[in-house]
């Protein structure tokens, strides 16, 4: 794998229901932004770019800094 990278996981659908039916399905995702750059914005970028996106957390494993996100697309 290349960095910096992205990589995005299926989560749950938000369901809004009224009058006793879905109204609203959301599909929410999680986006994991993967950088050696621990200064790297894409995520900044990306939470700029997108609405319903939103920052989880931030961790660092093997030299490498991911940033979480939460996404409904």
């Not at 621990?38 to 990306?46: A, G, L, Q, R, V």
């Not at 494993?61 to 979480?68: G, K, S």
Request: aromatic fraction near 20%.
């Amino acid at each position: 794998m290349s960095y910096p990278a992205v990589m995005y996981k299926f989560e749950n659908v938000n369901v809004k229901s009224a009058d006793n039916r879905a109204y609203l399905k959301l599909p929410r995702y999680s986006l994991t932004i993967i950088d050696q750059d621990p200064d790297s914005t894409i995520w900044s970028d990306m939470m700029d770019h997108f609405k319903y996106c939103y920052f989880d957390r931030m961790y660092v494993a093997d030299n490498l800094n991911h940033w979480v996100l939460t996404i409904y697309y």
